[in-house]
């Protein structure tokens, strides 16, 4: 599965084995007495051509690799070891894969796309707080290559269900709920209206005894 992911990141490649030049065929293509000719040099290019290639998408699969395994301390142990260090994507999942099944892996991300669709805001928590939240989690599963979570739809979704949930912002997220045109940036911009106001009134009820209590 996760070679599967890799594909459609485009960069399952990078698993390959490292090109190396075939040194037979070069010296063939060389000239008398070794001198380069056409031939060798259009050889050398293309060599040279195919090792950045891979080089490019060995460093983008280690990344994501590194990305699933984050949130997995005996896999950071793994990838964080000396030995480890200078190990290309292929032979980092090989080092990975003596220790756990590849499944394990895949499964970080779908435990993280879980947490995500769970995410409740705390009794004391402002909404500004929350909304940060949703907004971390859907990063790090952009950066997992999750690209279809989007703000308009599931950060939304989430933000209002979990609204739903809370008494102090239920009416609010009814509001919410009957605009189904609205977007993400159109629904904070609601929320965070309504969490100035309230810290406001909040920060007045104190004046308002003293107030009181001086007549």
């Not at 990344?63 to 301390?73: Q, R």
């Amino acid at each position: 599965m996760f070679i599967a992911y890799l594909n459609t990141k485009n960069c399952s490649d990078g698993l390959k084995e490292k090109p190396k030049l075939k040194a037979r065929v070069y010296k063939m293509l060389l000239g008398e007495g070794g001198t380069p000719t056409a031939g060798s040099k259009a050889y050398k290019e293309l060599f040279r051509k195919r090792l950045v290639s891979w080089q490019k998408k060995d460093r983008k699969a280690y990344g994501y690799l590194v990305k699933a395994c984050e949130s997995n301390e005996s896999a950071m142990e793994v990838i964080l070891d000396e030995d480890n260090a200078d190990l290309p994507a292929k032979d980092l999942l090989e080092a990975l894969e003596t220790r756990f099944y590849q499944g394990d892996i895949v499964g970080v991300v779908q435990a993280k796309l879980a947490a995500f669709h769970t995410l409740a805001i705390d009794s004391k928590e402002t909404v500004e707080r929350f909304i940060n939240r949703i907004l971390a989690a859907r990063r790090e599963l952009v950066e997992l290559g999750c690209d279809y979570v989007s703000k308009d739809v599931h950060c939304l979704g989430r933000l209002k269900e979990a609204l739903l949930l809370d008494e102090r912002f239920k009416a609010t997220a009814l509001t919410l709920q009957v605009n189904p045109q609205m977007t993400w940036d159109e629904g904070v911009r609601v929320l965070t209206a309504l969490d100035a106001s309230s810290t406001k009134r909040e920060a007045n009820v104190p004046v308002a005894a003293a107030a009181v209590a001086t007549t």
